[in-house]
């Protein structure tokens, strides 16, 4: 299969990719979240064909995507507080999980009870939901196991001859996947952080939001996943990521001792650091992943930089850390799942 590359804001890219989902095909589009892999959410066969070209293990559930409300009659039930936060972050990086009907497909949930939806905010995004008016299922456009794409080149790279169309919109504003917040069982809880953080979420509820255990660690043996793509092994790059954490110069020196050891044993070492620390790792290879002021610049960079280490062949990479707050808790679950966890404290 030939798979094209249209531009997303063009109105035939639109049709075209409206039109292949009403035939059950699969098409690759941009969001302000990462790229996704999208079918017709009420087609059976178009949904499996998405686990098909993913490698996706067929446990692990899809998000559905919509761009009106309207949408969610006859799919699911409402939990208390949804309308609440719809009202406050819909359209945007939300996901909610809500209990489903039987019209939802099984192979969009993987057999659960509840299935996930969110309403995307990108304005090409919501063109084409509109076009075809059809609920569209969609994981993120990665061979499993790969960092999200957040760019159309990141698309093609894993999904070239598998899928006919990707839309490309350009860099991916968030670049990190959305909240996952679970309203169904009691306690609101986040199973997945993203743009929106637990306390704006907090704000809106007037009450406390849990954040699932496995979020900083790795689940323990007999864990049960929450939200099951936990379970899987994410985001790693063929190298070894190792997290350096402490006092800021102390960290820089442990960057640079450790890249440059490793480089003496014969290895392709580098180093993950902030813009303001650039200059003091000049001799290893630094890769910039934003400035320590702001946290959604590195969200948005962080899986275009793992990509590039394995285009480079990395065995070994040091990387700075972030306070895990705000937007920085879903960048230390990403950073630190790349890490499979492993820590230096200096
Ligand atoms: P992806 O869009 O590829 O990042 O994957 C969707 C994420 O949403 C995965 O981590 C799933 O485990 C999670 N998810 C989707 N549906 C559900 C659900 N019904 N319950 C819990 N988590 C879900
Ligand atoms: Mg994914």
Same mark, same amino acid.
């Given at each position: 299969m030939q798979t094209k590359v249209m531009d997303a804001n063009s109105p035939e890219a639109i049709e075209l990719a409206a039109r292949l989902f009403s035939q059950g095909q699969l098409v690759g589009f941009p969001t302000e979240t990462v790229y996704g892999l999208g079918a017709n959410a009420l087609d059976p066969q178009a949904v499996l064909s998405i686990f098909a070209a993913k490698g996706r293990p067929a446990d692990n559930p899809l998000i559905v995507h919509i761009w %009106? %409300? @309207?949408?969610l009659e006859g799919l699911c039930e409402i939990p208390q507080g949804a309308e609440q936060l719809m009202d406050a972050f819909? &359209?945007?990086p939300l996901t909610l999980l809500f209990p489903r009907t @039987? %019209?939802?497909?099984?192979e969009v949930t993987a057999g659960l009870p509840t299935v996930a939806i969110r309403m995307p905010s990108m304005p090409c995004t919501r063109k084409l939901l509109q076009a075809c008016d059809l609920p569209i299922a969609a994981p993120s456009?990665? /061979? $499993?196991? /790969?960092p999200s794409p957040t760019l159309a080149s990141h698309v093609l790279e894993d999904m070239d001859g598998r899928i006919p169309l990707i839309l490309d919109g350009g860099e991916c504003q968030v670049g990190l996947e959305s909240t996952v917040l679970d309203l169904t069982h009691g306690e609101p809880t986040i199973l997945r952080p993203g743009g929106i953080t637990k306390e704006m979420a907090e704000e809106v509820l007037g009450r406390e939001v849990a954040l699932a255990g496995s979020i900083l660690r790795p689940l323990q043996e007999g864990e049960v996943a929450? $939200? &099951?793509?936990?379970?899987y092994k994410h985001y790693a790059p063929q190298g070894n990521v190792t997290l350096v954490e402490g006092e800021e110069a102390a960290v820089v020196r442990a960057l640079r001792e450790n890249c440059l050891l490793d480089r003496q044993a014969g290895k392709s070492s580098c180093v993950l650091c902030f813009t303001e620390h650039m200059e003091a790792l000049a001799d290893c290879d630094p890769h910039d992943i934003g400035s320590i002021q702001d946290q959604a610049q590195v969200a948005h960079r962080l899986f275009d930089t793992l990509r590039q280490l394995d285009q480079e062949g990395r065995e070994t990479i040091y990387s700075e850390v972030v306070p895990p707050e705000g937007v920085g808790l879903a960048v230390m679950n990403r950073l630190g799942r790349a890490a499979a966890f492993r820590t230096m404290k200096v």
């Amino acid at each position: 299969m030939q798979t094209k590359v249209m531009d997303a804001n063009s109105p035939e890219a639109i049709e075209l990719a409206a039109r292949l989902f009403s035939q059950g095909q699969l098409v690759g589009f941009p969001t302000e979240t990462v790229y996704g892999l999208g079918a017709n959410a009420l087609d059976p066969q178009a949904v499996l064909s998405i686990f098909a070209a993913k490698g996706r293990p067929a446990d692990n559930p899809l998000i559905v995507h919509i761009w %009106r %409300r @309207e949408q969610l009659e006859g799919l699911c039930e409402i939990p208390q507080g949804a309308e609440q936060l719809m009202d406050a972050f819909w &359209p945007g990086p939300l996901t909610l999980l809500f209990p489903r009907t @039987e %019209r939802v497909p099984k192979e969009v949930t993987a057999g659960l009870p509840t299935v996930a939806i969110r309403m995307p905010s990108m304005p090409c995004t919501r063109k084409l939901l509109q076009a075809c008016d059809l609920p569209i299922a969609a994981p993120s456009a990665n /061979r $499993s196991g /790969r960092p999200s794409p957040t760019l159309a080149s990141h698309v093609l790279e894993d999904m070239d001859g598998r899928i006919p169309l990707i839309l490309d919109g350009g860099e991916c504003q968030v670049g990190l996947e959305s909240t996952v917040l679970d309203l169904t069982h009691g306690e609101p809880t986040i199973l997945r952080p993203g743009g929106i953080t637990k306390e704006m979420a907090e704000e809106v509820l007037g009450r406390e939001v849990a954040l699932a255990g496995s979020i900083l660690r790795p689940l323990q043996e007999g864990e049960v996943a929450l $939200s &099951p793509g936990m379970r899987y092994k994410h985001y790693a790059p063929q190298g070894n990521v190792t997290l350096v954490e402490g006092e800021e110069a102390a960290v820089v020196r442990a960057l640079r001792e450790n890249c440059l050891l490793d480089r003496q044993a014969g290895k392709s070492s580098c180093v993950l650091c902030f813009t303001e620390h650039m200059e003091a790792l000049a001799d290893c290879d630094p890769h910039d992943i934003g400035s320590i002021q702001d946290q959604a610049q590195v969200a948005h960079r962080l899986f275009d930089t793992l990509r590039q280490l394995d285009q480079e062949g990395r065995e070994t990479i040091y990387s700075e850390v972030v306070p895990p707050e705000g937007v920085g808790l879903a960048v230390m679950n990403r950073l630190g799942r790349a890490a499979a966890f492993r820590t230096m404290k200096v």
